[in-house]
């Protein structure tokens, strides 16, 4: 157990509470977490009925054939890049026919860091079917667990702050 599990079970749970009420379905596109952010989500009682699909592309052939990756892209940028993250999370909204998505990739370690992406670089992309894909580049600390895990707790809280914009715009609009 790691000091986050309470913090991800509280994020995930108030992250079904909101995509119940609103009759939302939210979809994950994962890579550095191996399938933390959907192992969240249906932690929670209840989730099939906010969550249906969920995609772990930890190779970047996976993330080209299941999410619509640009290969172009994998070349030129990496698979720890906002333009691939984007796709990612674009191709995940898609394929699963869901409302919202989000999509990681970023280096948990302890290995595989260079000068430029360091260990604990993660990006990260937020969409909402019909709205803006928002990306963020964070650098975490400590262990390969400890960043999976602020990894997934960040994830679910892009995604509560995603469904509050999209509520906002809706109302206002």
């Not at 890579?31 to 930890?58: K, L, N, P, Q």
């Not at 996976?62 to 796709?87: I, M, Q």
Request: hydrophobic share 45%.
């Amino acid at each position: 157990m790691s000091q986050y599990d309470p913090l991800i079970d509280s994020a995930a749970a108030r992250l079904g509470n909101v995509l119940r009420r609103e009759g939302l379905l939210v979809s994950a596109a994962e890579s550095c977490t191996g399938g933390g952010i959907c192992e969240a989500i249906t932690r929670v009682s209840g989730s099939s009925a906010w969550f249906h699909t969920g995609f772990v592309t930890y190779a970047n052939h996976s993330k080209a054939r299941w999410l619509n990756v640009s290969e172009a892209d994998l070349a030129a940028h990496g698979a720890v890049s906002e333009p691939v993250v984007r796709a990612m999370a674009l191709g995940a909204l898609e394929a699963a026919e869901a409302d919202l998505a989000v999509a990681v990739s970023g280096i948990a370690g302890p290995d595989g860091g260079s000068a430029e992406k360091p260990v604990g670089t993660v990006w990260f992309a937020w969409t909402a079917r019909g709205g803006e894909t928002f990306s963020a580049c964070k650098r975490l600390q400590g262990s390969r667990r400890e960043v999976r895990a602020q990894t997934v707790l960040h994830a679910l809280e892009g995604l509560l702050k995603l469904v509050e914009r999209r509520s906002v715009s809706q109302s206002a609009g």
